[in-house]
T-cell receptor
Framework: RKEVEQDPGPFNVPEGATVAFNCTYSNSASQSFFWYRQDCRKEPKLLMSVYSSGNEDGRFTAQLNRASQYISLLIRDSKLSDSATYLCVVNRGGTGGFKTIFGAGTRLFVKA | EPEVTQTPSHQVTQMGQEVILRCVPISNHLYFYWYRQILGQKVEFLVSFYNNEISEKSEIFDDQFSVERPDGSNFTLKIRSTKLEDSAMYFC????????????FGEGSWLTVV
């Protein structure tokens, strides 16, 4: 079983749609949680951290459920520029520091 | 906006050769990382580095790999005796915080081993 699993996608949606991304993690020692965005052949960029209380940044809402080891990202009113791969990322403690574990990503295509 | 810079952007090397990938982290950051992404696959953690020491490494980071901070600004990844399967995008990253809550990635160095 993969340590971080995401919907395989791709998601194809029209502009203005609401899109939900799901992610589960298997290691209960995971400490912090993030959504990153990666454009084709580019570096990952932090979209937002994810907290149990839920957090919102404009059109983006992230939620963490530690009990079910589930992370979500909701994009409202999607724009063409939201087209990218969305990466679920978990930091897990290691022997001396932490390891960053990436999901395989879910590709989003927003069409006019 | 400060950024992590990486050189070279693309390198082609023959199997068995040594490669050094260079990175300049953001100047006030103390925590440095290398990741790799094989084409079409997920990003994979290689190593983290703090205070001139490796703080964590993955199973991928074997004796073939080493990291160094040779001076106050550069952070390097050395791959000895490259193999075909080392072909990947290598991302350097840095963070101001110990827990990696804000990690900034460089644009990557694309390594092709032939």
């Amino acid at each position: 079983r993969k340590e971080v699993e995401q919907d395989p996608g791709p998601f194809n949606v029209p502009e203005g749609a609401t899109v939900a991304f799901n992610c589960t993690y298997s290691n209960s020692a995971s400490q912090s949680f993030f959504w990153y965005r990666q454009d084709c052949r580019k570096e990952p960029k932090l979209l937002m951290s994810v907290y149990s209380s839920g957090n919102e940044d404009g059109r983006f809402t992230a939620q963490l459920n530690r009990a079910s080891q589930y992370i979500s990202l909701l994009i409202r009113d999607s724009k063409l520029s939201d087209s990218a791969t969305y990466l679920c990322v978990v930091n897990r403690g290691g022997t001396g520091g932490f390891k960053t574990i990436f999901g395989a990503g879910t590709r989003l295509f927003v069409k006019a | 906006e400060p950024e992590v810079t990486q050189t070279p952007s693309h390198q082609v090397t023959q199997m068995g050769q040594e490669v050094i990938l260079r990175c300049v982290p953001i100047s006030n950051h103390l925590y440095f990382y290398w990741y790799r992404q094989i084409l079409g696959q997920k990003v994979e953690f290689l190593v983290s580095f703090y205070n001139n020491e490796i703080s964590e490494k993955s199973e991928i980071f074997d004796d073939q790999f080493s990291v160094e901070r040779p001076d106050g600004s550069n952070f390097t990844l050395k791959i000895r005796s490259t193999k075909l399967e080392d072909s990947a995008m290598y991302f350097c990253a840095s963070s101001p915080d110990k827990l990696g809550n804000t990690i900034y990635f460089g644009e990557g160095s694309w390594l092709t081993v032939v």
